[in-house]
């Protein structure tokens, strides 16, 4: 598969870059430990949080702690006890899928 790479500048549209947070989210069953999306559209991690969205997606996520590492997880936000930002990045360059 093919990726391509656009750059993403800074605009005055009042919305803040596109970015990833590392993240800790908490379920009654396991911890993920993992980078989430922030989008162009949403100023802050809440706004992901609390979106219609019904899952959290997430990507290079280790569950309970553990060495293994999953590239994509999806969370059940009815699930989410508590999240924590580990970790908050400003993106210059955001990975785009080749059409």
Known sequence: MATQTATITRTNTGYSQARWA?????TDGAVYVGRLF????????SDVLSDDRP???MADVTINH???VEAFVAVNKAFVKNVRVLE?????VVPLRAR
Do not use: S
Request: charge should be neutral; glycine fraction near 4%; aromatic fraction near 4%.
């Open 22 to 26: 590392v993240v800790r989210v908490e």
């Open 38 to 45: 922030i989008p162009e559209t949403k100023k802050r991690l």
């Open 55 to 57: 899952f959290l997606n």
């Open 66 to 68: 553990t060495g293994a």
């Open 88 to 92: 908050e990045d400003d993106l210059k």
